[in-house]
C-alpha cells in the first residue's frame, strides 16, 4: 500500500476511535463533552492521569475497551507517521542518486542552464531530437516542475564549476545559457568556457548591448528571443504564405513533410558523387534546397552537377523515414 495512503487511513482510523470514545462517555456516563474528550483521550495515549470523575462498571469496560483499541492503534498511527517520513526521505535520496547515475553516463550531451519560461520551452522542443539532455537550475520551487516533466536536472547555481563538471561539461556536445539575467549569462559562458574551451555554446541576450559582452565572454551563438519575436511577427505580416511553409516544414508534429539538415560523413557511399548520380531523389524522394560546405559557404537550389562531400551539410524536405534513412545512409556509422 502507497505510505500516504496508509498514513491517511490509520489517522483517520483514529480519528473514529477518539470520537467513538467521546461519545461513549458522554451517553454510559453522561459527561460534558470536554470531560469526555479528556477522559478519552489521556485513556488513549496512557499518559497516567486520574480519571476525571468516578465511572461505574459499564464505565470501566469501556475504558478498558478503548485502552486495548485505542493504545494498539495509536502505536500503529505513530508508525504510519514515521514510515511516511523515512520512506519519503528514502524516496527523495534513491531518486537523486538514479539521476546522479543517469547524468554521470551522459556524453555528446545538451546541458541546458535555466529552466524558466525560455528554457522550459526549449527543453520541450530539443527532447524531440535528443533524449541526453541535462538541466540545472537554482530555484527551488522549479524542482517539482523538472520531475514533472520528467528530466535529468541538477539543483543549484549553473555557474559553479563543480556543478558544470558534475553536468559533464567536459563530455557536453552544448550549452545553453538562459538564465534570468544577462549578468548571470555572461558569468556562465565564462565559467563554461575556462572548463572546455571547445564547447559550443548558446546564449541568451535580454539586452542588445548585452550580446557583445556574451560574445566576448566566449559564446558561440547569442540570440534574443525579443529581437526574435519581433521579427517572427513582421515576416508573419510581410510574407505570412513563406512563414506559414516554414512551420509546417519545421513542426516535428508533422510526419509527411519536414525539413532537416543532414551532415555528410567521410564513410558515406555517395561522397564526391554528383546528386544527379547519388540516387537521393530517386530512391528517397527528397529534395535537396541547399548544401553547407565545410567551410560555411551556402549553397541554395544546387544543381544536379553539385557534388556532395564529406564536412557538407545536406538541407533536405521530405517524409520523415525518408530523413531517416538518408541520414543512415550519410552516416552509417550511427547506425
Known sequence: MNSARHLAISITLAFL??????????????????????????????VGFSEVRPVDATGRIFTMFIVLTG????LYVAGAIV????????????????????????????????????????????????????????????VAVMEEDGVL???????????????????????????????????LVLTARQLNPQLPIFARAGQEASKSKLKMAGATIVESPYE??????????????????????????????LMEEIPVSEKCKIANVMLKDSGIRQRYDLIIIAIEKANND???NPSFESRVQPGDTLIAVGEE?????????????NE
Open 71 to 74: 493504545v494498539g492503534f495509536s
Open 321 to 333: 523515414p525518408n530523413l531517416l534513412a538518408l541520414a543512415n545512409e550519410l552516416n552509417p556509422e
Open 298 to 300: 551556402m549553397i541554395f
Open 17 to 46: 476511535i477518539l470520537v467513538l470514545g467521546t461519545i461513549g462517555y458522554m451517553v454510559i456516563e453522561g459527561w460534558g463533552f470536554m470531560d469526555a474528550l479528556y477522559m478519552t483521550v489521556i485513556t488513549i495515549s496512557t
Open 153 to 187: 536536472y541538477l539543483s543549484g547555481d549553473a555557474a559553479e564549476e563543480s556543478l558544470l563538471n558534475k553536468a559533464g561539461i567536459e563530455r557536453a556536445r552544448g550549452l545553453v545559457a538562459v538564465l534570468a539575467t544577462d549578468t548571470d549569462n555572461v558569468f
Open 83 to 142: 514510515q511516511f517520513m523515512v520512506e519519503g526521505r528514502i524516496r527523495q535520496i534513491m531518486g537523486r542518486r538514479r539521476l546522479d547515475r543517469k547524468i554521470s553516463r551522459l556524453k555528446n550531451h545538451y546541458i541546458i542552464c535555466g529552466y524558466g519560461r525560455i528554457g522550459r520551452v526549449l527543453t520541450r522542443n530539443l527532447l524531440r531530437k535528443f533524449s541526453n539532455i541535462v538541466v540545472i537550475e537554482k530555484n527551488p520551487d522549479l
Open 228 to 257: 526574435m519575436g519581433a521579427l517572427r511577427m513582421a515576416q508573419r505580416i510581410l510574407r505570412p504564405k513563406v512563414t506559414s511553409f516554414l512551420d509546417f516544414a519545421l513542426s516535428s508534429k508533422r510526419k509527411d513533410i
